[in-house]
């Protein structure tokens, strides 16, 4: 998803914001933030339904052999479509593009990475997460307590914007370097560097 080129831009990007801030910016993006492990099975029972019909209109097998070749079919399809991209590409696109299920999904999917990255163990409660899931086109960033109470969500509604857009341009390096230099600009006026700016989070870009 990210070329090489790219990460060296953002961490380069990362350490220069840091370098205003007392703050700490980590940045994840995710192929997709739902595995869609239903989709599967939902492909594998039409499957299965239709396989028959042409074998009842076409032959004189018997019931016990149609039956076998349904459960054939199933098996097949669902083995088939286990593999993320080949499911991911059968997801129909509404389902894909739903905001509810996109939310739900995406968020959660942030909030674990937000514990697990550490990002919510600085000393000064002064992270940030930036996070994209590229298949649902999806941006959320999350901030630590220590910045929700001095700045409100609505401030990085243009960094997610430029990063969204991003994404959808194919370009999400662009978008992570934009995203982190406004919320870099934003945490510097709230959170100007101590005396002790040590970095407590890493400054490479996760990608799952």
């Known amino acids: 998803m990210i070329n090489d080129i790219d990460r060296t831009r953002i961490s380069s990007a990362i350490r220069e914001a840091e370098s205003h801030t007392a703050g700490e910016i980590f ?3 995710a192929r997709q933030s739902s595995d869609y492990r239903l989709v599967p099975l939902g ?3 039409v499957a299965a339904l239709f396989a028959p019909l042409p074998i009842l209109y076409l032959t004189t097998w018997p019931a016990p052999v149609v039956y076998l070749l349904q459960i054939i079919t199933f098996l097949v399809v669902a083995a088939a479509l286990s593999n993320k991209r080949l499911r991911l590409a059968t997801v129909p696109r509404q389902a894909r593009h739903d905001h509810d299920h996109d939310r ?3 968020h959660a999917e942030a909030m ?3 514990r697990s990255q550490g990002i919510d163990k600085t000393e000064h409660r002064t992270g940030v997460l930036i996070f ?3 298949a649902e086109r999806y941006v959320e960033v999350v901030a630590d307590a220590g910045i929700n109470d001095r700045v409100a969500p609505s401030v990085w509604d243009g960094a997610v914007a430029a990063l969204v857009a991003a994404i959808k341009a194919g370009q999400p390096g662009d978008g992570f370097v934009t995203a982190i230099t406004e919320c870099g ?4 006026i709230h ?3 101590g005396t002790l700016n040590r970095d407590e989070v890493s400054d490479k870009l996760l990608e799952l």
Not at 185 to 188: I, K, S
Request: charged share 10%; net charge neutral; aromatic share 14%.
């Open 43 to 45: 492909w594998a029972s």
């Open 27 to 29: 940045c994840v993006i």
């Open 132 to 134: 994209a899931s590229a």
């Open 191 to 193: 959170f100007p560097p």
């Open 185 to 188: 600009a934003v945490l510097a």
């Open 104 to 106: 739900d999904h995406a």
């Open 112 to 114: 674990r990475q937000f």
